[in-house]
Nanobody, 127 residues
Framework: QVQLVESGGGLVQAGGSLRLSCVAS????????MGWFRQAPGKEREFVAT????????SFADSVKGRFTISRDNARNTVYLQMNSLTSEDTAVYYC????????????????????WGQGTQVTVSS
């Protein structure tokens, strides 16, 4: 069984930065694609970013491109989401998720392609 635990959320002013972390226990992450998603109040959960098993390939939602970066440290079983130039539109609960075995980049934006999820961490951006 895999457990994912996010941390690093909080309250930040618009224009500020936060770094989210996602630590896995139970199984190593190094053979799986990982993703970050978010869910704002009253909205559906949406894709934010994804990273390949070795970190060589990343992709982002258009809404965060150029402001967010995703990285991973497989030795620490940890995935990160660096968020810069935050706006009120980024306010949401952020979730990390482990992709299904063999998940390709072309399918990595789909929620259904992720089988393990963390409990989420709240990010609130004040304007």
């Amino acid at each position: 069984q895999v457990q994912l635990v996010e941390s690093g959320g909080g309250l930040v002013q618009a224009g500020g930065s936060l770094r989210l972390s996602c630590v896995a226990s139970g199984r190593t992450l190094d053979t799986y694609r990982m993703g970050w998603f978010r869910q704002a109040p009253g909205k559906e959960r949406e894709f934010v970013a994804t990273i390949s098993r070795n970190g060589a390939s990343v992709s982002f939602a258009d809404s965060v491109k150029g402001r967010f970066t995703i990285s991973r440290d497989n030795a620490r079983n940890t995935v990160y989401l660096q968020m810069n130039s935050l706006t009120s539109e980024d306010t949401a609960v952020y979730y990390c998720a482990r992709g299904r075995a063999g998940l390709l980049a072309s399918s990595a934006m789909a929620i259904a392609e992720y089988e393990y999820w963390g409990q989420g961490t709240q990010v609130t951006v004040s304007s």
